[in-house]
């Protein structure tokens, strides 16, 4: 079974700063998703991608295979970016996901 | 969009109650999804289905069952209910007709407490 680790588990940071959360998975996959969950919230998809990378406003996601790693980077950062972010990762010939543990971020003003 | 419902945004019930939690979603999925998040534990499945009538168990199935008599709902149902069972469960469906990258679209979650 696929191992999603994250880190860091916990990031503080000033309005404005640029913020990376990484993502790494053991075994091979199709799919890795970015989700975002705010506090009392319920769960959002960001980004699903299996190669390169995509951008969203001012969230980027990369992916790479090979080294089995992948980073949410956030520009700008504001307040309302406040939340935690969940790493998951869909195994080759299988539906499921299996989940990373999350990374809780503080975007003081 | 996808919606995603789930029938009780929070509920109370007492041990040893059968409990019901409904899930229905408006797009066609055909994989559906029940997860309890617990802190420090993440997201665990505890049964998913790919089809009508189909079930297949998670990672925490024991003391739940599920139905899925339609397509867009996706029920499950506690049998009795304990403490240790006092937690958020969330929904999710996601398509699949061959598509890899089919993103999951979750409920807004119920907290459950069982006392």
């Known amino acids: 079974k696929n191992e999603v680790e994250q880190s860091p588990q916990n990031l503080t940071a000033q309005e404005g700063e640029f913020i990376t959360i990484n993502c790494s998975y053991s075994v091979g996959i199709s799919a890795l998703h970015w989700l975002q969950q705010h506090p009392g919230g319920g769960i959002v998809s960001l980004f699903m991608l299996s190669s390169g990378k995509k951008k969203h406003g001012r969230l980027i996601a990369t992916i790479n295979i090979q080294e089995k790693h992948s980073s949410l980077h956030i520009t700008a950062s504001h307040p309302r970016d406040s939340a935690v972010y969940i790493c998951?990762?869909?195994?080759?010939?299988?539906?499921?996901?299996?989940f990373g543990p999350g990374t809780r971020l503080s975007v003081l003003p | 969009d996808v919606k995603v419902t789930q029938s009780s945004r929070y509920l109370v019930k007492r041990t040893g109650e059968k409990v019901f939690l409904e899930c229905v979603q408006d797009?066609?999925?055909?994989?559906m999804f029940w997860y309890r998040q617990d802190p420090g534990l993440g997201l665990r499945l505890i049964y998913f289905?790919?089809?009508?009538?189909?079930?297949e168990k998670g990672d925490i199935p024991e003391g739940y069952s599920v139905s899925r008599e339609k397509k867009e709902r996706f029920s499950l149902i506690l049998e009795s209910a304990s403490t240790n069972q006092t937690s958020m469960y969330l929904c999710?469906?996601?398509?699949?007709?061959?598509?890899?990258?089919?993103?999951?679209?979750f409920g807004n979650g119920t907290r459950l407490t069982v006392t």
């Open positions: 797009m066609d999925h055909e994989n």
């Open positions: 998951a990762v869909r195994e080759n010939y299988g539906q499921n996901f299996v």
């Open positions: 289905s790919y089809d009508v009538k189909m079930k």
């Open positions: 999710a469906s996601s398509l699949w007709r061959g598509v890899n990258n089919s993103p999951l679209h």
